[in-house]
Each structure stands twice: as C-alpha cells, then as structure tokens.
C-alpha cells in the first residue's frame, strides 16, 4: 500500500507531464501497436470480402512459400549485404567526424562544417535519387563527362549492377554522416573538462588525449546505437532503394522491403506480404536481442 501511495503522489505531483505524455502514448497505440492485429492475416488466406476473422486459416502455408521461392536466397542475401556494408563503412565515420569537429577551436569555421555536413540529411530521397541520376547521366553527368575527358566510354551507372551498392552507400554517407554526429557531439560535450586539464598537465598530446579520454567517452553511446542498428539490419530503407532499382540491376538491388511491395500491394498478395514483413521483424528482433546480450556480458552498456 505504501508504494501504491507513493507511485500516486509522485504521478499527482508531476501531472503536467503525464498529460503531456498522453499525445505519444496514443500515437503508438493507434499507429504502431493497433496494426499489429493485422499480423494475422500471415497466418490466414486474407480476403477483404470476408475480413480478417473470416478468412480461412492457412497455418504455416505462406512461411513455407517465401522460404521455398526461388526470390528468397536473393532478396535476402541482398539485404544482408547492404545492411552490413552500411554498418562497416557509415557507422564509424559520425563517430570520427565528431572527434575533428570537438578539435576545432575556430567557432565560425566549425559552425560552417557543422551546417554543410548537416544539410544533406534535410534532402528528400526523391531530391537525392534525382541529384546521383544527374550527376551519374551516361549522357550530361559530370562524372561520365569526366571519364569521356580520359578518353574512356561512359558508364551507365544505374544500369550495371556493381555499380548499385557503392552508389547506394556513399550516398548513404553523405546524407547521414553529419546529422549522426549530432549525437556524439553531445556525448563528448559531456566528458568532464578536468579530465583534460589533469592529462595536460602529464604532458599528453592531443592524439592521446582522443584516445584515453574522448573515445572511451562516447564509447557507450557508439554501442547503443551499434545495438539499434543490428536491430535494422533487414530493414533496408525502401524509398531510396525503390528509386534506384532498374531492370538491369534488379539481382543486387532486390531487397525485402522493394519485394513485399510488389507482392503485397502491386499483386494483391496481403497474406504473403504480411508473412514476409513478420519474418523479416523476427528477424531483427532476434539479432538485437544477441547484440544486446553480447554488449551486455562484456561490456557495460545495453539497452536492457
């Protein structure tokens, strides 16, 4: 009784800010856990006529069908490759553009890196796509005039398929790399300014003072949103990849998102396109929960 009492007092003392909490408690129970009724219907052959109770119950059937397609080792494995050569090359680059900028002692000069760096994430993906197919033209591309000025032949660089995944990555880089340092600005303001001063004092250099101080500082913060990407590792953005997919590069740039759009809204395949995305949320729940549980056992920061 006691706890209950004192819960109560504390919820009545700071009221206000339960009311304000209201809007985002709605929000997720009607947009994010309110579908999640609709899952069954992976389970179920859908159809509208009859609604989701109504219509007949197929068991494992739809599962059994993805995991038998001759689409599933490809769209998987394309996921996968993306996802991973997203964390490999963009992870680390926030954290280290975060360090040079912590070095900069010039306000102005700093404050002019920050806006030009944080620009790109503002860019609709419609607006990118669009930039890379001017820039990256076979025709009037800035890139291909320059190849033409070597005396090679032009590229078509959306239409070969190696040319996919570096398009899409440094892409990626560029869009997010500033915006993402954000977060590690803020973890290094945060580390104590006498922890300097005392490594000064011993004669550090500035290299050491990143290395013994800032680094070990944000380190937490890097593992906590290494944990939130493993847990999106199969979930490729679909916009940016939609718009750059051709026919010609469609064995690389097939992924889970692009293809549960076909099957699901293009071909009126609801059921298989709910087992699909319900596999693929398994999936990533599996993985941040590993992740999770590794950074928890051997280090000290973790989500849960």
């Known amino acids: 009784m006691r706890n209950d009492n004192y ?5 009545k003392k700071n009221y206000d800010l339960y009311i304000l909490f209201i809007p985002v408690l709605l929000y997720f129970i009607i947009f994010q856990y309110g579908p999640m009724f609709g899952i069954q219907i992976a389970f179920k052959d859908f159809m509208a006529s009859k609604g989701i109770w109504g219509s007949p119950w197929k068991g494992f059937q739809h599962f059994e069908r993805f995991f038998s397609s001759y689409n599933f080792n490809i769209v998987v494995k394309n996921t996968l490759i993306l996802s ?10 926030p954290i280290l553009l975060a360090l040079l900028l912590n070095e900069l002692k010039n306000k102005k000069f700093k404050s002019l890196v920050q806006t030009a760096t944080y620009a790109p994430y503002f860019i609709s993906m419609v607006v990118l796509v669009g930039i890379l197919n001017i820039f990256f033209s076979p025709t009037t591309g800035l ?3 320059f190849i033409k000025m ?3 032949d032009p590229i078509y660089f959306f239409g070969e398929p190696q040319w996919f995944r570096p398009l899409y990555i440094l892409s990626g880089i560029w869009q997010s790399t500033g915006w993402q340092s954000i977060i590690y600005l803020a973890a290094l303001s945060n580390i104590d300014v006498a922890l300097h001063e005392a490594a000064l004092v011993d004669g550090a250099t500035k290299l050491q003072r990143i290395f013994y101080i800032d680094i070990p500082g944000i380190i937490p913060t890097a593992v906590i949103l290494l944990i939130l990407a493993a847990g999106r590792v199969m979930n490729i953005g679909f916009e940016k990849t939609f718009l750059m997919q ?3 590069n469609l064995d690389v ?8 759009y076909k099957v699901g809204l293009l ?3 609801y059921s298989y396109a709910t087992a699909i995305g319900l596999f693929n949320s398994v999936i990533n729940l599996i993985l941040i929960t590993i992740v999770n549980a590794v950074s928890k056992k051997y280090g000290e920061s973790s989500l849960w």
């Open 7 to 11: 819960t109560w007092r504390r919820i």
């Open 246 to 248: 051709t026919s010609l």
């Open 267 to 269: 071909n009126v395949q």
């Open 84 to 93: 991973v050569l997203q964390i490999i090359f963009s992870f680390p680059l």
């Open 143 to 145: 890139v291909n005039t």
């Open 253 to 260: 740039s097939e992924v889970i998102s692009t293809y549960t």
């Open 150 to 152: 070597l005396g090679q």
